[in-house]
């Protein structure tokens, strides 16, 4: 079983302020998801990046794939309440479904 | 219109009982799933239907059990309960494996 490595667990911070989110494995998968998963919801898909080495921006969050497919990251710009919520990073690797990090709690303060 | 729903939402019930979860996708998707999440938010999958063949099957007990009546329905039925058994089951659905999943918003399933 591959596993992802998600850091950090928990997180809160000022709104305004900066943040990212770290996921990490030693597999390579064919695309890499994020997540965002509010109390009493499923998780509801953010993006899917494919390349290494790309990057998608998505208004204040930036999602990046590691040049080798092994690694992501997600970076909220100037945070508000509003992002508050539990953001999951899931790999693919072909008829294997996909493999959940164990998640970031975040809580942005007002 | 809802594109995963499950029922119930909430499920309390005493050990030793069975019980079915019901899933369903007005998505189209080829492939369906089910995901047990955990009390500290672990989403861990249990099961995956393609076109009606069960591709995965993680190290679950066989009390439990998914059914497949067709592309858009996944069942869940549970056979005697235990109490390691309380969690929140999530179903999901996607075009394919790798592909975009879609989630229904849980059943909170709670053995007394």
């Known amino acids: 079983t591959q596993l992802l490595e998600q850091s950090p667990q928990f997180l809160s911070i000022q709104e305004g302020e900066n943040l990212t989110v770290y996921c990490n494995s030693s597999?390579?998968?064919?695309?890499l998801q994020w997540y965002r998963q509010e109390p009493g919801e499923g998780p509801v898909l953010l993006v899917t990046v494919v390349t290494g080495g790309e990057v998608k921006k998505l208004k204040r969050l930036t999602f990046q794939f590691g040049d080798a497919r092994k690694d992501s990251s997600l970076h909220i710009t100037a945070a508000q309440p509003g992002d508050t919520g539990l953001y999951l990073c899931a790999g693919a690797r072909g008829a294997d479904g996909l493999t959940f990090g164990k998640g970031t709690h975040l809580i942005i303060q007002p | 219109d809802t594109a995963v729903s499950q029922t119930p939402k909430y499920l309390v019930t005493q050990m030793g009982n069975d019980k079915s979860i019901k899933c369903e996708q007005n998505?189209?998707?080829?492939?369906m799933y089910w995901y047990k999440q955990d009390s500290k938010k672990f989403l861990k999958i249990m099961f995956s239907y393609n076109n009606k063949e069960l591709i995965i099957n993680e190290t679950v007990p066989n009390r439990f059990s998914p059914k497949s009546p067709d592309k858009a329905h996944l069942n869940l039925h549970i056979n005697s309960l235990e109490l390691g058994d309380s969690a929140v089951y999530f179903c999901?659905?996607?075009?394919?494996?790798?592909?975009?999943?879609?989630f229904g918003d849980g059943t909170r399933l709670s053995i007394l």
């Open positions: 597999s390579v998968f064919s695309s």
């Open positions: 998505l189209g998707h080829d492939t």
């Open positions: 999901a659905s996607s075009q394919g494996f790798g592909w975009a999943q879609h």
